[in-house]
């Protein structure tokens, strides 16, 4: 059973990302053979900066192994390590009709907002129905906002394989639980595209300044509070213990706490939970040599099986 999931590196990951999406990835790696890799290719429809998305992609696996990744039970791979899978799109880009990626969130989002989008954006779920097919992924753990790229995936398989022939596996989305939205910095979901994230291994200096700037109410520090509508204590909750949760809850009701004191708690609780995962980030930041290995090994293992794929592919239309 193959599970696969990608991720962008757009950016530093941030709480949103690792509650929403990276703690669960690490949860599925002991699968018979989970594959991960780092959407470099799809982060070019909005990165524009080659030192940049270099730091990006690199920081990116960084963060995956330290935050838990291990390499020797999941494949992690950059995208653009696997050129088969450029490949791949545009066979399957033969067989997409228009009206399909029209349909499309990101590129129909984008041209609502009177923007031009590019052939790149259009185009961006055949890439990633590649990505999928090319390795013949069973489960594609995403999140909800994916589901739609998952459907196209399967209508082009489905499609390939009645042209062509039964070449194509077709993969089953698991929507991962993003049910809590993690809320940023300023009570909205946490997003780059909002600037209010906190990222998780910002500098601990910088991650109490985020932190205290924590969008909060007014009520003065001895009346009651209701932590059910504030975000510090929607951020505690995912690093705390229930009885913590119940401790910090109690004294919010209680009035005479400030939210100064709650973003504290806050702080403390991050640091803690994200500690061992800070130290293996160091050790590994010191180590380029190490991060080179494990995407080059991921690379080779994803690379033969895409290469087998892509060979059934172009077999079975003519190549
Ligand atoms: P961003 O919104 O910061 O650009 P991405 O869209 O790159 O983040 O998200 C990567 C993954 O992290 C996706 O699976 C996404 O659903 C998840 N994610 C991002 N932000 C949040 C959030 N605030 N709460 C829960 N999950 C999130
Ligand atoms: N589009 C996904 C996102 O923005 C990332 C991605 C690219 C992906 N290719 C994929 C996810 C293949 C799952 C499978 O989150």
Known sequence: MRVLSGIQPTGRFHWGNYFGAIRQYISLQNNDQAFYFIADLHALTTIRDADLLREYTREAAIDMLALGLDPSHATLFRQSDIPEVTELTWLLMTITNMSTLEKCHAYKDKKAKGLTADAGLFTYPVLMAADILLYDSNIVPVGADQVQHIEVTRDLAQRFNSIYSEVLVLPEASV??????????????????????????????????????????????????????????????????????????????????????????LYDAAMEYFSEARARREKLADNPATIDDILQQGAQVAREKGREVLDRVRSACGL
């Open 176 to 265: 991962l639980d993003q049910s809590a939205k993690v809320p940023g910095t300023d009570g909205e979901k946490m997003s780059k595209s909002y600037g209010n994230v906190i990222e998780i291994f910002e500098a601990p200096k910088k991650l109490r300044k985020k932190i205290m700037s924590i969008k909060t109410d007014s009520t003065p520090v001895e009346d009651p509070k209701d932590p059910d509508t504030c975000s510090v204590f929607t951020l505690y909750k995912l690093f705390a213990s229930p009885e913590e949760q119940q401790a910090l809850a109690d004294r919010y009701r209680a009035g005479g706490m400030g939210y100064g004191e709650a973003k504290q708690q």
